[in-house]
């Protein structure tokens, strides 16, 4: 019974906690997009270096305020996941600049150029909660 309440009460703290709550919220809200890259040639540094460039004409999209990127550190911990080739994560102020990102030219430039260089990708956009 006891843990019947608390599976109750936790479902309960996520629904309530949840940002998709409030459409408000997520518009007003600073936004993290962070993008996994599983590419076709992972030990190869010359596509990786190419691919690099690719992301590097994501910084000329004028409503990213920040970006990076990177590949996994390799990190011998059971709850870490290496398998990705390449990171990259961008900062938006809001919703509205996340869909911007999305149909923009340079954007869709990079797909275009740069979607044979992957076999998977994988998509995380994060309401940002501490500044």
């Given amino acids: 019974m006891k843990k019947q309440i608390l599976l109750i009460l936790a479902i309960a703290c996520t629904c309530f906690l949840?940002?998709?709550?409030?459409?408000?919220?997520?518009?007003?809200?600073?936004?993290?997009?962070?993008?996994?890259?599983?590419?076709?040639?992972?030990?190869?540094?010359?596509?990786?270096?190419?691919?690099?460039?690719?992301?590097?004409?994501?910084?000329?999209?004028?409503?990213?305020?920040?970006?990076?990127?990177?590949?996994p550190a390799g990190t011998p911990r059971e709850v870490v996941d290496n398998s990705y080739t390449v990171y990259y994560v961008s900062t938006f102020d809001n919703a509205e600049d996340l869909q911007a990102y999305d149909v923009h030219p340079i954007h869709k430039e990079f797909v275009d150029?740069?979607?044979?260089?992957?076999?998977?990708?994988?998509?995380?956009?994060?309401?940002?909660?501490?500044?």
């Fill in 18 to 71: 949840s940002p998709a709550y409030s459409s408000e919220k997520l518009e007003s809200a600073k936004l993290l997009h962070h993008v996994f890259f599983w590419l076709n040639e992972p030990d190869d540094k010359q596509v990786i270096k190419e691919f690099y460039k690719g992301l590097e004409m994501l910084a000329d999209i004028e409503v990213i305020r920040e970006l990076t990127y990177g590949v």
């Fill in 113 to 131: 150029k740069y979607k044979s260089y992957w076999n998977k990708v994988i998509v995380y956009d994060v309401i940002q909660t501490r500044k």
